[in-house]
Nanobody, 116 residues
Framework: QVQLVESGGGLVQAGGSLRLSCAAS????????MAWYRQAPGKTRELVAS????????NYVDSVKGRFTISRDNAKNTVYLQMNDLKPEDTAVYYC?????????WGQGTQVTVSS
């Protein structure tokens, strides 16, 4: 049974930082690329960042480049999203995903709210 458990969200003022975590179980974590998505109210879910299985290659949506950093610890089966200089438009529910798995598995997400 694949499980993805996100944590670390919260309420923060603009300019602040948060570090999200996603603990994965039920998969051989080290062989899969991982990704973070987010969904703001009234909007479709969007890909925010991705990282290859070994952590050597990362990609980001333009709106977060230079502010967010995705990383992973394969010994802990965990992927992280360090978010700095947060903006109100970053407000969303954040989810992690294993892009290579079918069907799609989603965790419960973690709410990030950035106040202006």
């Amino acid at each position: 049974q694949v499980q993805l458990v996100e944590s670390g969200g919260g309420l923060v003022q603009a300019g602040g930082s948060l570090r999200l975590s996603c603990a994965a179980s039920g998969i051989v974590f080290r062989i899969y690329n991982m990704a973070w998505y987010r969904q703001a109210p009234g909007k479709t879910r969007e890909l925010v960042a991705s990282i290859t299985s070994g952590g050597g290659i990362t990609n980001y949506v333009d709106s977060v480049k230079g502010r967010f950093t995705i990383s992973r610890d394969n010994a802990k089966n965990t992927v992280y999203l360090q978010m700095n200089d947060l903006k109100p438009e970053d407000t969303a529910v954040y989810y992690c995903k294993v892009p290579g798995l079918r069907p799609d598995y989603w965790g419960q997400g973690t709410q990030v709210t950035v106040s202006s």
